[in-house]
């Protein structure tokens, strides 16, 4: 079981950087198709998008932004060694890829979230050392004082706890990190995804004041911030299956999630 450090750490999901240079419209539909699952939450369905441009198409100038998505959509559903797999890939066979630090980030935190919290922080440190103008410096520091907390080198984890306070005092941890968890090990039901945040809010009032434990995850990327309704926290898959039904017969679209 993983501790508290890797349920609340982030990967800091870069799909702000998904600028794609598109080979052919029935190929941007994909890759968009691809982008709306994973904001939902739909990290099986994104997979399996990911994997059939995969197996038609390996010759597309941004491939490596499928590779990139699906990467993030395995570690999110517990595959760490695919996930693995996949950012090794774009580290070695696309040299020039935007997302090539956002990929070595993603590497290290398969380790991290499988417990190797030494070779974790060796490859965020690395991340650093060879860009030292990364963008991701201040979520760095936060995974690299996880990492020395969780082997008991206090000294380090104060020493880069320290960093990350003085040199992005508006970045704090609770900023840094929410969505970098081992898979949910609970069954909620998601009853709608706004990008208006106002509908959501609207959509949760109302689910609460019939007594519904309904709550809002919030999603973002620079580009775009999603809002996902879900009620309820259940240990077993029948549990939410029962409240799916419920809210079902009351006209709300339903899914339960994971």
Do not use: W
């Not at 390996?58 to 517990?78: N, P, R, T």
């Not at 709608?192 to 919030?218: D, H, M």
Request: hydrophobic share 35%; proline share 3%; with cysteine.
């Amino acid at each position: 079981m993983l501790g508290k450090g890797a349920r609340i750490i982030i990967v800091f999901l870069t799909l702000n950087t998904l600028h794609f240079t598109l080979y052919t419209p029935s190929y941007a539909l994909d890759l968009a198709r691809m982008r709306e699952y994973f904001l939902r939450g739909d990290y099986s369905s994104c997979i399996k998008e990911g994997e059939r441009i995969l197996a038609d198409t390996k010759d597309y100038k941004d491939i490596d932004a499928v590779y990139y998505l699906l990467g993030l959509s395995y570690m999110k559903e517990g595959n760490y060694l695919r996930a693995s797999d996949i950012f090794e890939i774009i580290l070695q066979e696309f040299k020039n890829s935007p997302f090539k630090e956002e990929a070595k980030l993603g590497l290290a935190d398969t380790y991290f979230l499988r417990g190797d919290y030494t070779k974790a922080s060796s490859l965020y440190k690395d991340l650093m050392s060879s860009f030292p103008q990364t963008k991701l410096k201040a979520q760095l520091y936060y995974r690299i004082s996880q990492c020395a907390y969780k082997t008991g080198n206090t000294l380090e984890a104060e020493e880069y706890s320290s960093r990350l306070k003085k040199e992005f005092p508006l970045n704090i941890e609770s900023e840094l990190a929410t969505d970098l968890n081992p898979p949910a090990s609970f069954y909620t039901v998601q009853v709608g995804c706004f990008s208006n945040k106002q509908n959501a809010q609207n959509l949760t009032q109302r689910l609460i004041k019939n007594n519904y434990p309904a709550y809002i995850e919030e999603l973002n990327s620079l580009e775009k911030t999603v809002y996902r309704v879900r009620v309820g926290k259940f240990k077993l898959l029948k549990e939410a299956e029962v409240l799916r039904d419920k809210l079902s017969r009351e006209g709300y679209p339903t899914k339960i999630y994971p």
